[in-house]
């Protein structure tokens, strides 16, 4: 019987095209369940899961904390703004505290690269990492390969590139390493400045012609614009970027083919995504949104059996 | 090496039919009656006794294969990871008349799993059971089979294994095998 090879989800570096199929297959079955009339099963009735996020979410938290829902577990969240880190206390003291209260399962999001990744080397329970700065946010690259694996059948072969602010991005890092483990051929596409040096020697194609990455691709994965997270200016202006980097409805349809459009959200409507391109047929931002449950669901139900 | 043949393909065969038969007694015509097989060893039976009763009766029995995985009591208790089947239910379950279907019923816990999968897809008028093999004496739960195909006694160190031609075997046979000889 096959199982994880890894007792925390930290990045998709650390999984195997094997683990990235078990977790797809044991998301399909849940899927299932998630259409049924009662939504809910009792796997993990003894199980308890603290969400833990030292940074906002609003659809990553949701989603988490519905998946555990979902599966029977009992649920804590806990959120920086409104706790004892704001009284000096350290991550790993924070986290003991909420062990001692006997949880089996943290979903962490934290705004330091590699902060779950030293968690696991000090506390017993499972780890889920649920976005780390600028460094990994797996469980979204999951969702979506799956959602294409869905919308095209399988995601070996195909060609995606993921276009806007990969500098930012830990969803641009997940995606890399899941899509190229799964066989795709993949290219990042934004402008200059915001493009990694290192992007390179990751193995995948860079280009800074949104018009040349459209008519190259079967997928196109459009990031946001993380103003938050941006030091300095990258670009002139919004509206140049838009100019740029914005993708509508018009210049989907000037591609003569059938392109698959996906977004992890929140989207800016209007700045990487027109409202037309956004809701258009080519679309699949709101099944990455539904898949996101079931492959939570997935993941925290493959844990639990690691013990 | 200890295999021991307690039914060969005639007997099955005539077991199969027989259990038809007493389903077609309770059932009638099938009109409010749906099959479940439980996954993953019921599908065969299920699907066995779905093409006797079409060719007795003239019309397809509902059936639909349930998955119980996920709502099993033995999850992280167990020494090999439980991986999930698929569930496939075209039917509504709400009010119907439900024959669950099972290859052997050992301790009954795969049973009272279904019953609570079962109930994800509405409430059915009533609750059968149908087994091929019942093993006597070792259940854990107050769970009988409502109609048997065959009574065995057997130690904890022995299982009880069906083999059918759908799954490569040479043809459809049940076994009593040792653990220890697998």
Redesign the interface.
């Known amino acids: 019987?096959?199982?994880l090879s890894v007792r925390h989800l930290l990045g998709i570096k650390d999984i195997t095209p094997q683990d990235i199929q078990l977790i797809f297959?044991?998301a399909d079955?849940f899927k299932?369940?998630l259409n049924?009339?009662?939504k809910?099963?009792?796997?993990?009735r003894?199980i308890t899961i603290a969400n833990v996020f030292f940074e906002n979410s609003t659809r990553t938290r949701l989603s988490f904390e519905l998946a555990e829902k979902r599966l029977s577990a009992d649920v804590i969240n806990f959120s920086s703004s409104s706790s004892s880190v704001k009284k000096g206390e350290t991550l790993l003291d924070t986290v003991n505290n909420i062990l001692a209260m006997k949880v089996d399962m943290i979903v962490m999001r934290h705004s330091s690269p590699g902060a779950p990744h030293f968690l696991s080397k000090h506390i017993p329970a499972n780890i889920v990492n649920a976005g780390d700065g600028t460094h990994e946010h797996p469980t979204q690259a999951l969702l979506d390969s799956f959602s294409i694996r869905e919308r095209l059948g399988e995601v070996a072969g195909k060609k995606v590139v993921i276009i806007g602010d990969i500098l930012h991005s830990r969803v641009a890092l997940s995606n890399i390493f899941a899509l190229q483990k799964q066989g795709a051929e993949v290219m990042v596409c934004g402008p200059i400045t915001l493009l990694p040096k290192y992007i390179k020697e990751l193995g995948v194609k860079v280009e800074t012609d949104v018009r040349k990455a459209l008519a190259w691709c079967d997928v196109a994965n459009v990031l946001r614009i993380q103003l938050e997270r941006q030091q300095m200016k990258y670009f002139p202006s919004l509206r140049e970027y838009t100019l740029y980097y914005g993708i509508d409805k018009k210049m989907l349809d000037s591609l003569n083919k059938e392109i698959v459009l996906m977004h992890p959200g929140p989207i800016n409507r209007g700045v990487e995504l027109s409202s037309d391109a956004a809701d258009s047929h080519h679309s699949i931002i709101l099944n990455q949104v539904e898949n996101g449950v079931a492959v939570r669901m997935a993941v925290l139900?493959?844990l639990?059996?690691k013990? | 090496m200890q295999k021991r043949l307690i039914v060969n393909q005639q007997l099955l065969e005539i077991m199969v039919m027989r259990l038809c038969h007493q389903l077609i007694e309770n059932h009638g015509d099938f009109s409010d009656s749906v099959i479940l097989g439980l996954q993953p060893r019921g599908k065969y039976v299920a699907q066995r006794i779905q093409s006797t009763l079409s060719s007795i009766l003239g019309k397809q029995v509902p059936t639909g294969l349930l998955?119980t995985?996920?709502?099993r009591d033995d999850?992280?208790r167990r020494d090999?990871?439980?991986?999930?089947?698929?569930?496939k239910i075209d039917f509504l379950v709400e009010g119907k008349k439900v024959i669950l279907v099972d290859d052997v019923l050992y301790t009954g816990r795969s049973v009272r799993a279904a019953l609570?999968a079962m109930?994800?897809?509405?409430r059915p008028a009533n609750v059968e059971l149908l087994v091929l093999v019942d093993r006597l004496y070792t259940r854990h739960l107050p769970i009988q089979p409502t109609y048997v195909g065959h009574q065995v006694n057997s130690l904890q160190s022995q299982r009880v294994l069906v083999e059918w031609k759908e799954q490569q075997a040479n043809e459809d046979a049940i076994w009593l095998v040792t653990k220890s000889d697998e």
């Open positions: 019987m096959q199982e297959e044991t079955n299932d369940v049924r009339p009662i809910k099963v009792p796997s993990l003894d139900y493959l639990a059996q013990g | 998955d995985t996920f709502y999850f992280r090999t990871p439980l991986a999930a089947n698929a569930t609570d109930i994800a897809f509405g």
